[in-house]
């Protein structure tokens, strides 16, 4: 980010005291309170929804998330000389979720089930049927990504001499692609039994970074991700990112589950929905994909042990599964 920002921030209220920087982004302390400016990509439509929602979500008792704030004009989006857009919003002193404390990860838990609670109290508006607010169903995107693991399989098998991390991808492929398409036709007709009156609002991004802890409460930022979908998609990124960092501790994962249910009953389909998630083998997709995308001709280090760690962490992973699946 430039210099603009000073001559942005001429066009809000208030006084600023002092700057820095933070998050990809200018952090104000401001007269106002505390402020975070940042450059916007997006659409006005895609914020004014974003500004809706977030309004509802306050006036249902979710204090903590974002809200953006217009300038001297009226306008969320502020340009600045050189044609840069930017954004401001509130900002809060919290800090980012611990996913090395247990008791911390189960508070987010319960948050995550009550922004869920509150997103569903949100009347869906039919001006928001468009674009990012309503993205392919979860299985689509399962299916585009086996689609892909596949193509990977087919280009490395092509290959005479192959490298550590081909022979990695070969050696394991046939397990995590028959995972991918238990797990894509499973959602496949879970979607097809669900009505739309089971979709609502979600984050759409939600891990560590994106809860921050406070005294008595989360903050909740980054709604850039919120669409229309399955919450249980929600539950899962965060889950995902913690049974990682634990190596799969099945009762921590199950304690998680345990403290979203009590804010919000968890039934069947929930539950398979999110079983079915979890059965997935993202993390094995996203090493494949990046492969591909990148140059073929040299694979770091990393990446192989990334899939071997994959490899040697699936024991754990799928005794999990087998709670989970109950």
């Known amino acids: 980010m430039n210099d603009n920002y000073l001559d942005v921030m001429e066009q809000y209220e208030g006084e600023t005291l002092e700057v820095r920087r933070g998050r990809g982004a200018w952090i104000f302390e401001r007269s106002d309170g505390l402020k975070l400016l940042k450059e916007y990509r997006g659409s006005v439509k895609r914020l004014e929804f974003e500004e809706t929602v977030l309004g509802e979500l306050k006036a249902r008792g979710i204090d903590s998330v974002d809200q953006y704030l217009r300038n001297r ?154 669409h229309r979908g399955k919450q249980m998609a929600d539950l899962y990124h965060f889950m995902r990112k913690v049974m990682e960092k634990h190596g799969w501790d099945e009762q921590l994962g199950l304690a998680m589950t345990e403290a979203y249910d009590k804010v919000i009953s968890m039934d069947r389909e929930d539950r398979a929905c999110l079983y079915y998630l979890f059965l997935y083998p993202e993390k094995y997709w996203k090493q494949l994909n990046y492969y591909y995308n990148a140059n073929k001709a040299w694979t770091p280090v990393r990446n192989v042990e990334k899939l071997r760690s994959l490899k040697e962490q699936q024991e754990m992973r799928m005794r999990f599964l087998e709670k989970m699946k109950g």
């Open 73 to 226: 004009d009226g306008e969320l989006l502020t340009v600045a000389e050189d044609g840069t857009k930017y954004i401001l919003k509130d900002w809060f002193v919290h800090r980012e979720c611990n996913l090395k404390d247990s008791r911390e990860i189960l508070t987010a838990v319960t948050w995550i089930a009550r922004l869920h609670q509150a997103f569903r109290r949100i009347p869906w508006r039919k001006e928001w049927d468009m674009g990012s607010m309503v993205p392919p169903g979860l299985s689509a995107e399962m299916k585009r990504h086996t689609r892909e693991m596949k193509r990977v399989r087919t280009f490395v098998s092509g290959k005479r001499k192959k490298n550590e991390f081909e022979l990695c991808v070969m050696e394991h492929f046939a397990e995590f692609y028959e995972q991918a398409l238990t797990a894509q036709n499973g959602l496949e007709l879970l979607e097809e039994k669900q009505e739309q009156s089971r979709l609502f609002l979600c984050h759409g991004d939600l891990n560590q970074h994106h809860l921050l802890m406070g005294t008595g409460d989360v903050a909740v930022i980054e709604f850039n991700q919120m």
